[in-house]
């Protein structure tokens, strides 16, 4: 990584201490917090639904083949829904998070800083990123959090009409795997994968949209890069949080 690279890092990285830092101070941000938590879940609700359906299904296919070939096409439920509830959900999620939102978010923050908006809240003693940025912050993580149960259940819908109504396998043994495989501390986990999730993608949107160039141009380049920057992330800290949850937790067969 370039000396760029760590600078921008240690920005971004500095912001998101900022943000929280006056989190306790619920009157600068509350307003804007559910305005912004309005906007996220009309924006990401129904794209949750469309990927999650064919999702499911798609993985009941690719598992339900495999396991019939072994003889084991009872355990294609188990499979789909843990697959759903410990990756599919959180990264999901976050994903859309990130780019139904998060670029919503950069081109606002770039607008505002085109307009000088951002400069002007600071001379009038306001702090942007107080004002701002706690309430995307956490408007992310919360609906973040909310789409996970969705995108499990619209998945496991998905999974349910292909491995039942056309592969034959049983509603009962459907459902039956998955909950001999599933513990209370996966549920947990991804929720609190998909609330981080969506709070490391909203700081990364705003962050990219307050320093972006002082163009349309600078603000398009500006989308672009939040977004990729943020999907990097998720996938680089979904890895060490599965990795280190599944050291400490055994997966159970």
Not at 105 to 129: C, F, H, K, Q, Y
């Amino acid at each position: 990584m370039t000396l760029g690279g760590l600078a921008a890092a240690g920005e971004l990285f500095a912001m998101a201490l900022e943000a929280l830092r006056r989190t306790w101070d619920v009157r600068n941000w509350f307003w804007e917090f559910v305005e912004q938590s309005w906007f996220l879940a009309k924006v990401t609700m129904l794209p949750s639904l469309m990927v999650a359906l064919p999702l499911g299904a798609t993985v009941a296919l690719q598992v339900g083949d495999l396991a019939g070939q072994l003889g084991a096409q009872s355990a294609t439920g188990g499979a789909v829904l843990v697959g759903l509830v410990r990756e599919v959900a959180p990264i999901a999620s976050a994903l859309i998070i990130a780019g139904a939102g998060g670029s919503a978010m950069t081109s606002d923050m770039g607008a505002r800083n085109i307009r000088d908006e951002l400069a002007a809240m600071e001379t009038m003693g306001v702090n942007p990123v107080h004002r701002l940025v706690t309430a995307r912050m956490w408007a992310a993580g919360l609906i973040s959090s909310m789409l996970a149960p969705l995108v499990i259940l619209s998945g496991a819908v998905g999974g349910f009409v292909f491995n039942v109504l056309l592969q034959g396998v049983t509603p009962g043994a459907y459902f039956d795997g998955a909950l001999g495989l599933l513990r209370v501390s996966d549920i947990v986990v991804t929720l609190g994968k998909s609330f981080l999730f969506g709070l490391i993608a909203a700081v990364v949107a705003c962050h990219m949209g307050m320093k972006c160039e002082r163009s349309p141009v600078g603000v398009g380049r500006a989308v672009n890069r939040a977004t990729v920057i943020a999907f990097m992330l998720v996938f680089a800290f979904n890895y060490v949080i599965t990795t280190v949850y599944f050291v400490a937790f055994p997966p159970k067969l």
